[in-house]
């Protein structure tokens, strides 16, 4: 977690498969946070992997239904692997029925919005995540 004045070292990772999905992310976040963020995307879940341990973003956006592997499996493999575990992941997700949010809650996701998505709402969610109370 980092204070204000170092927010513009943040770096979230945006995976999803659709582009247009990862488009619209990426000018949400740059639009209500500020271009401080720096957004990076990967198309499939083993792409992600891949860019988690290359990058080492401050927090995922993560899709579920993806080719390759799922976000469930994405999920689990970062929260389950030392260097990896403490990174916060919101699912970004069509899947909005109960079973899945408990799912991906259980998993170690951090936090969970549904598509469509409001900008503000996640913009929140994201703050949330990569701000400790007691930096606000």
Request: hydrophobic residues 40%.
């Amino acid at each position: 977690m980092r204070t204000e004045r170092e927010r513009h070292e943040l770096k979230i990772l945006v995976v999803d498969d659709d582009a247009a999905i990862c488009s619209l992310a990426g000018a949400c976040i740059r639009h209500v946070l500020g271009e401080s963020y720096r957004v990076s995307y990967a198309r499939n879940g083993k792409k992600a992997l891949e860019a988690v341990r290359r990058e080492q973003p401050d927090l995922v956006l993560l899709d579920i239904l993806m080719p390759v592997m799922d976000g469930f499996e994405v999920c689990r493999q970062l929260k389950s692997t030392p260097g990896t575990d403490g990174i916060p992941i919101l699912f970004l997700t069509a899947l909005g029925e109960d079973a899945n949010i408990e799912k991906g809650l259980a998993l170690g996701g951090d936090g969970y919005v549904v598509k469509p998505f409001n900008a503000v709402t996640l913009a929140a969610q994201i703050t949330e995540l990569l701000v400790r109370p007691d930096e606000q």
